[in-house]
């Protein structure tokens, strides 16, 4: 069975701070991973997603993730947050042929202006 | 741009009541998903349908739970009764092929409270 892992519940930051964000999934075979965000009072949208290629993908608003195949991880990352970036960030994976999404239990990051 | 619409946002009932969410999917998705997602856990799937079909309905608790896509086109999720650990969003999301691409677009949600 597939699962994913987000080590970090809770980050904050002030505005201008490096971000990481931890994902570790469990699943033997080939996977597609996503980066998914929440801001305040909308829906879950697409940050990124890796489907194969380059393991450094990047996504939206400035945000990259890295495929580690040897880790089982998909952190995502920006240089440089901003007030606007204060979301829950959730991973998810799905195995190559299906259509189910797994969801990670998110994290929820706090920019400090 | 087109979206996922649900509806009701909010519903508050009490326990052993009924309820129900529909979704409308963007147009011309074939897969549709009802998700649940509780407080401080990320979605989890209750049912997938791939057209008017279910693909995927093992963790939809069928005692109290169903959900149909009659045209293929939008879905009703209900649960009858409900109870208190019910209390979560109502996720629906929908992606436009049959293969697998894992981009859903999320509707808002249903927030469910049952008192």
């Known amino acids: 069975a597939q699962s994913v892992s987000q080590h970090n519940h809770h980050v904050i930051l002030s505005e201008a701070a490096s971000l990481e964000l931890g994902c570790n999934y469990s699943?033997?075979?080939?996977?597609?991973l996503f980066w998914y965000v929440q801001y305040p009072g909308q829906h879950l949208q697409l940050l990124l997603k890796?489907?194969?290629?380059?393991?450094l993908v990047k996504g939206i608003k400035g945000f990259e993730a890295e495929f580690i195949k040897s880790k089982f991880s998909f952190n995502l990352r920006k240089p440089s947050v901003q007030w606007s970036d204060t979301a829950e960030y959730f991973c998810?994976?799905?195995?190559?042929?299906?259509?189910?999404?797994?969801f990670g239990t998110g994290t929820r990051l706090t920019v400090i202006p | 741009e087109a979206e996922v619409a649900q509806s009701p946002r909010y519903k508050i009932t009490e326990k052993s009541q009924a309820v129900a969410f529909w979704c409308d999917p963007i147009s011309g998705h074939a897969t549709l998903y009802w998700y649940r997602q509780i407080l401080g856990q990320g979605p989890e799937l209750l049912v997938q349908?791939?057209?008017?079909?279910?693909?995927?309905d093992s963790q939809l608790p069928k005692d109290r739970f169903s959900a149909e896509r009659l045209k293929g086109v939008d879905s009703t999720l209900k649960i009858q009764p409900a109870e208190l650990g019910d209390s979560a969003m109502y996720l629906c999301a929908s992606s436009l092929g049959r293969e697998s691409t894992g981009e859903l677009f999320f509707g808002e949600g249903s927030r469910l409270t049952v008192l």
């Open positions: 890796y489907f194969s290629g380059d393991p």
């Open positions: 349908f791939q057209d008017e079909s279910v693909v995927d």
């Open positions: 699943y033997g075979g080939t996977v597609n």
């Open positions: 998810a994976v799905n195995a190559w042929g299906a259509n189910n999404l797994f």
